[in-house]
C-alpha cells in the first residue's frame, strides 16, 4: 500500500508535537513537513505536494489576511481538514469567510483526543472520496474480492442565496452518477428548494426546468458571485 503524504499547517507557537508523531509513526501516513506561515506553506505545497493538509484555524486568518498571488491553485490541490483552535472562536461571518478560502474543506480533527490510526481512518475515508483512480492502496475489499464504493457526504453550500449552489449540486451529482457512483442528492433548504419537482407547477421553475438555458460555469462567474 501507498503511505498518504500530509502536511501540517499551524501558527508559531502552536503545539502539534503529538499529531506530527502520531503521523510520523503510522506506517500508512508520510508526513511531508510543517508550515508556520503562508510562505512556508505555499512553499511546502509547492516541493511535496502532499495529497491531505491539516490546518489550524489560526493559519486560516492568516490566510484570510495575507492575500497571495498564484495561492488558490496551491491550496485547493490538497484535501484539507480543520486543527480548531481552542482559543478561537467563530461566529456565522467569521465561518463565511472561512468558506471563501481556496481550501477542498473535509472535517475536522480533534487533536487532543485522537489516536494514529482514527486520524488514518478520518484522513483515508476522504482520501478515497477524493481521489478514487489513485493507487490500489484505495478502499478495501469486500470478501469476494470486488472493491467497496467509498461512501461519505459531500456538502455543496454558499454563503448567500443565489450562488449557484443547486447548478453545480445537480452537476456533480450527475457526473460522479455517470462514473458508475450511487448518489442520493439532498436539498438541505426546506422553505426554497427547486432541486426537483417538489413544489406546485404554479410556483416557479424547478432546476430540471431552468438546467436546459444555464451558461457554461467559469471560474470568473464563480467568483463574482461568492465575493
Known amino acids: 500500500m501507498e503511505a498518504v503524504s500530509v502536511a501540517i499547517a499551524v ?21 511531508c513537513g510543517a508550515a508556520r506561515s503562508l510562505p ?32 488558490e491553485r496551491a491550496l485547493s490541490a490538497p484535501i484539507s481538514f480543520v486543527l ?15 468558506f471563501r478560502l481556496p481550501l477542498r474543506y473535509c472535517g475536522f480533527i480533534d487533536r487532543e483526543e485522537l489516536s494514529a490510526e482514527s486520524l ?13 483512480h489513485g493507487s490500489s492502496r484505495n478502499a478495501p475489499t469486500r470478501a469476494n474480492g470486488h472493491d467497496r464504493p467509498s461512501t461519505g457526504i459531500i456538502v455543496i453550500a454558499g454563503t ?3 450562488v449557484g449552489g443547486t447548478l453545480v449540486s445537480c452537476t456533480f451529482a450527475a457526473t460522479l452518477a455517470r462514473a458508475g457512483r450511487r ?13 426537483l419537482h417538489l413544489k406546485p407547477k404554479d410556483e416557479g421553475k424547478t432546476a430540471l426546468d431552468l438546467y436546459p438555458m444555464a451558461e457554461e460555469i467559469s471560474w470568473d462567474l464563480v467568483r463574482i458571485s461568492i465575493h
Open 11 to 31: 501558527q508559531s507557537g502552536e503545539a502539534v508535537s503529538h499529531l506530527i508523531d502520531m503521523v510520523e509513526n503510522h506506517p500508512l501516513l508520510e508526513f
Open 40 to 71: 512556508d506553506l505555499l512553499r511546502l505545497l509547492d516541493r511535496f505536494k502532499p495529497m491531505v493538509l491539516l490546518i489550524s484555524t489560526s493559519m486560516m486568518e492568516d490566510l484570510e489576511k495575507a492575500a497571495h498571488a498564484g495561492a
Open 84 to 98: 480548531p483552535c481552542p482559543d478561537i472562536s467563530w461566529g456565522e461571518k467569521d465561518l463565511a469567510r472561512a
Open 120 to 132: 488514518y481512518r478520518q484522513i483515508i475515508g476522504k482520501v478515497d472520496l477524493f481521489f478514487p
Open 160 to 162: 448567500k442565496g443565489g
Open 183 to 195: 448518489v442520493l442528492l439532498m436539498d438541505m433548504d426546506s422553505d426554497l428548494s427547486q432541486l
